[in-house]
């Protein structure tokens, strides 16, 4: 294991992605990461592997991964697999990689992901950069750089697979600056990506059909799990869909002089919408929404078709996760709020009377 790394770089190939289930059922964060992974695969020159690990039958998944891009799904099954345990996870992806060796290895940072990816990077002794928001490859920004500063007939050269890089971005700072991570000497490169910032390609049955699925060997027994799941306790309500919803209408600190009439008008406008309520995170830290309907940099990043900010200021760290929303409606009584910048359509105005004539608006409509 100690050794793993200083083998020579070139020897890791292709581009994984882990797939997250549950009882059979992928995640959406598993196409997102696919249709990227399948982009950087593409770039580099390799395949895309989607890594999916579970109990028995969760092969008939696999195909559906194709469809979003992946060439070739590993299944990893075993009873010890059917529910998540970080130990066994983290033994049966450690022993593959070390085996298979991916160029790159990328995570979704859920709360799965944000569990397994620390854990499996230093088991491998490899670097891990955290809750990415963009990914791409280095090789072409490392020769125009080359070609920018230095004398060296750079298009004559034949390029060494050690020059490229997975680039990893993700914000720093409190989302004050974003930071352009590379590991160059380590592998795999490995990312967790936050939910919602890739976009999903469009499913194709012809490229499902043509996945080809591979039971990689590994070994997992008792002996190897530190801990036992008891019991698997389901939500007791189901959690707001951001990430999925075409309309979302947050609240802000603005409705604080009438916290329970302010939600009222939030949801009254997402029904006649047919979309959800989300907040910012003064909302959350105050208790008047659960934490799934935090959006921004530490809630959930969304791209609806409309986002309606009612009395949100527009800090950094809120526009980081709505500022590629199709259309942005915002409605703050102070002319000079940050979240105007970013608005295609901004009404100064105070929302316990702004938001009913919407709502009337629309209604008539
Ligand atoms: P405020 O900034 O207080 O704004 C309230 C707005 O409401 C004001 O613009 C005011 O003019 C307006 N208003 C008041 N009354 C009315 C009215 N009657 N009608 C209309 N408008 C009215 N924030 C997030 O949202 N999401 C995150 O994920 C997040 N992550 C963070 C991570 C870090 C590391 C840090 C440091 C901060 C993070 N924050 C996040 C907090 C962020 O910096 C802001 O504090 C927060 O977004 C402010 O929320 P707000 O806009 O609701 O409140």
Redesign the pocket.
Known sequence: MSNFNSADIAAFKDVWVFCEQREGKLMPTDFELISKGRDLADELGVNLCGLLLGGEGIESAAKELGGYGADKVLVCESPLLAVYNTDAYAKVICDVIEDLKPEAFLIGATNIGRDLGPRCAARLHTGLCADCTHLDVDVANYIQFLRESSTLDVDSQKWDMEDRNLKMTRPAF??HLMATIICPRFRPCMATVRPGVMKKNVFDQAKADACEIVKPSFQLSESDLNTEVVEVVKAAKKLVDLIGADYIVSV???I??DVEGGIKLAEELADVLGGVVGG????IDSGWLSADH??????KTVHPKVYIA?????????K??MQDSECIIA????DT?P?FEIADYGIC????KVTPMLIEAIKAA
């Open positions: 409190g989302g802000g600190r603005g604080s002089k910012s995170r003064a909302t935090q959006v921004g940099q530490t809630g009612l009395g949100i200021s527009g800090a950094i760290q809120h980081a996760g409605v703050n009584k102070n709020a979240i105005g105070d929302l316990f």
